[in-house]
């Protein structure tokens, strides 16, 4: 039951021997774990003759074939006039689901075919979007990193630090990693030499600490503690 648009052709009933008999289409949605949360199933329905029966059923399963969740319109054994009918089942996407088989049963009664028929079956998945923010990290070599983070867990990966290359020990999007530089915040004191008494102005680093060396006395030479 091949059709344009996502959607079958008209696949009807004929099979005059067989009762019940049954046909079904399998549609594979698991391109979209993870980045879908919600799910809608649909086909229409047509039936003539009263002593016939028709039966929908929408079934989603998981990697082994196990019905996780279903619909089942039941069996319908009396008279229609040939219009179309919509059957549709809207539900969050069961966890492991992977493909949705739809599944059209008809049981045959009297006369020479079986007036059943289903088309327009369609499955719609509704996507997630996806949101990154923006994280940021101190590294062991004292550098900050920052790092983009995917709410899908399948665009993320082990970070590496551009800093020194060791690995950041979280997870990101790769090639996201940037270092942050960050506004130096420089401050002068005042101290008097030990060993002179004389007054000195040191200028420090405050928010870089290790980029402080040791000072000596101008006048003395000895270590300005």
């Known amino acids: 039951c091949g059709g ?8 009807e009933a004929t099979d005059a021997e067989v009762d019940p008999t049954e046909i079904y289409q399998d549609v594979h949605i698991s391109a979209y774990a993870g980045k879908a949360d919600l799910i809608k199933v649909g086909a229409y329905l047509r039936k003539y003759s009263e002593p ?5 059923i929408f079934e989603y399963r998981d990697a082994g074939n196990r019905v996780l969740k279903f619909y089942d319109t039941g069996w319908f054994t009396g008279f229609w006039d040939p219009s179309w009918r919509l059957y549709e089942d809207e539900r969050a ?11 059209l049963m008809w049981g045959y009664k009297k006369g020479g075919s079986n007036d059943n028929a289903m088309t ?6 509704h996507t997630i979007e996806e949101v990154i923010t923006s994280e940021s990290i101190v590294h062991s070599c004292n550098v900050k990193i920052s790092y983009q ?6 665009n993320n990966d082990l970070l590496t630090c551009p800093n020194c ?5 979280v ?14 915040e420089i401050t002068s004191v005042l101290i008097t030499c030990a060993k002179c008494g004389s007054q000195l102005k040191l200028t420090i680093s405050v ?3 290790e980029k402080n060396t040791e000072q000596y006395c101008p006048v003395c030479g000895e270590p300005a503690d």
């Open 4 to 11: 344009a648009r996502g959607r079958t052709t008209t696949c």
């Open 52 to 56: 016939e029966k028709v039966r929908l």
């Open 93 to 103: 996407i069961p966890a492991t689901c992977i493909k949705v088989r739809i599944r």
């Open 120 to 125: 327009d079956a369609y499955v719609q998945v």
């Open 149 to 154: 983070l995917s709410s899908f867990a399948e």
């Open 165 to 169: 290359g060791m690995g950041l020990g």
């Open 171 to 184: 997870e990101g999007i790769r090639g996201s990693e940037e270092i942050v530089e960050e506004e130096e």
């Open 207 to 209: 928010s870089i600490p």
